[in-house]
Every structure is written in C-alpha cells, then in structure tokens.
C-alpha cells in the first residue's frame, strides 16, 4: 500500500543554520505532495503542495522538490528561525480518486536562538 | 476565510465510558475528516464524510462511530474509552473530497482517560 516515511526526530539546530527534512514515499499512483506544519497548540496547516513531478514548492522560505524518479520530496530551508520550531509533516495524496490522505510519523524540530 | 472549532478542548473520561467530540465548520467544505494523533505515530485517519448524509471508514475506525448531522457539523464517537489512553483527535475539512485540496485543521480535543 501506500506509505510515506520521513526523518526521525527531533531536530535541534540554532537559528541560521540549515534544514533538510528527509520524505519519502511509495505509491503506484501519481501522487500529489504536500508539506504541512503544526506549531504547538495548533492543528496542522498547509505549508505548501506540488501536484507535479519535477516541479518545486515553497513557503516561508522552505522549498521541496517533488522528484519522481527517487520518489522523495525533501523538506528545506537554509536558515532557520526560532519561529519555525513544529512538528513538520510529509503528506501524500493520491490521485485515484479517493479522498484519504496518507500521513508521515511527523518531524519535531527545535530551533534555539 | 474560515475556521473549524472542536469541542471541548480537553475532555477527561472513565474506562469504558461513552464519549462524543464536535465539530463544527463555516467554510461551506463538503468533506469532513476525523483523525487521531498520537506522539510519534502521525495522524491516523478515523472516518470521513464526502458530503452531507456520507460516512466512510478510515483505517482506525474500529472503536468509534460518527455523525455527520449536516453540511457543517462532524461528530465522533468513542464508543468505550480505554484505561489510559491518551491522544487528540483533529478534525478537518476540505473543499471536496479528492486528495489533492487542502485540509483545514481545528486545534484538536485532547482526551485523557482515567
């Protein structure tokens, strides 16, 4: 079946440096990728999606690539704030139709100034 | 814009008690989900609703029943609460119910049970 997996966290880094979530995923469909975010006390929200291989997303200053060819869609962003400290979750969405999203394990990351 | 409000925020509860989450949205979304979320395994979906008057399974839907009792309103079930358990359950909703719209989150109920 379908399955995404992703970075085991927690992340820690301090502000300014760089940030690479790895996601990757299994289906046999074409898939729709998304990146949402949850800061504490909140539910997730869209951080941005790709609907096409090959092509980037950003938000924020965070960026992936949807890249078909290694199915991964990899979470970045070069410098880091205080303020981006959540839980970082890849998404997957297939196109077959079916309205179920399938969730990765979520990342924590923590950024101290 | 909209926004989705889950009642209550916190909800406490005996082992085997029978215990209902709200959820209300003024987006105007045909679809509504339910997910669970626990620390360290992701959201699991529970049971979602394409349209008013549709109720589908999720992957965890065993333990729990739902109502969707109109166009904005999503209700879940735990049908017996288990002795120590402890998660939060988000509820979301989206335009229509294909994969590739956005979801929209509330901020989640957080049950505890004693």
């Known amino acids: 079946g379908d399955s995404v997996t992703q970075t085991k966290g927690p992340v820690t880094l301090s502000e300014g440096t760089s940030l690479t979530v790895n996601c990757s995923y299994e289906t046999k469909q074409y898939p729709t990728l998304f990146w949402y975010v949850q800061y504490p006390g909140e539910g997730p929200q869209l951080l941005f999606k790709?609907?096409?291989?090959?092509e980037k997303g950003s938000n924020r200053g965070f960026e992936a690539t949807y890249d078909k060819g290694t199915t991964s869609f990899h979470l970045q962003k070069a410098s880091v704030q205080e303020s981006d400290s959540a839980v970082y979750y890849c998404v997957l969405g297939d196109q077959g139709g079916s309205a179920k999203l399938i969730f990765g394990e979520g990342t924590k990351l923590t950024v101290s100034s | 814009g909209g926004i989705i409000t889950q009642t209550p925020k916190f909800l406490i509860g005996q082992e085997g008690q029978k215990l209902t989450l709200k959820c209300q949205q003024n987006?105007?979304?045909?679809?509504m989900y339910w997910y669970r979320q626990d620390s360290g395994k992701g959201l699991r979906l529970i049971y979602y609703?394409?349209?008013?008057?549709?109720?589908q399974k999720g992957d965890l839907s065993e333990g729990y029943d739902a109502s969707r009792e109109k166009k904005s309103s999503f209700s879940l079930t735990v049908t017996s609460a288990q002795k120590n358990e402890m998660a939060v359950f988000l509820c979301?909703?989206?335009?229509?119910?294909?994969?590739?719209?956005?979801?929209?989150f509330g901020a989640g109920t957080r049950l505890s049970v004693l």
């Open positions: 987006f105007n979304h045909d679809t």
């Open positions: 609703s394409i349209t008013e008057n549709d109720l």
């Open positions: 979301a909703s989206s335009i229509w119910g294909i994969s590739q719209n956005t979801l929209y």
């Open positions: 790709v609907p096409k291989a090959n």
